[in-house]
């Protein structure tokens, strides 16, 4: 994405993906840098039809830390429709 500002401390997506599909998330910082705990390989690999689902991260579950700063998201889908991306409280 471009770089936007958030408020929140969770990711919230509504996706569709096929059996096979799948779909991860990278929170990187306004430059494209991936920032480490929010990494491509530190996400849950989400699969499924669902409206309101939250990215996972590997033991960084709040994304609070970086409220308030520009950040990126980086989007990996395979087989996957995503239909829209929220910040949402806890």
Not at 15 to 36: C, F, H, K, M, N
Not at 44 to 52: E, F, K, M, P, S
């Amino acid at each position: 994405t471009k770089p936007l500002v958030f408020d929140g401390g969770k990711l919230v997506v509504n996706y569709s993906t096929s059996a096979a599909g799948s779909l991860r998330v990278e929170l990187q910082q306004a430059d494209g840098t991936a920032i480490p705990e929010f990494s491509l390989q530190k996400c849950r690999t989400h699969v499924g039809d669902t409206i309101v689902g939250s990215i996972a991260w590997q033991g960084t579950p709040d994304l609070t830390s970086w409220a308030g700063k520009p950040v990126r998201l980086r989007f990996v889908m395979t087989e996957c429709d995503l239909y829209s991306f929220r910040f949402a409280d806890e």
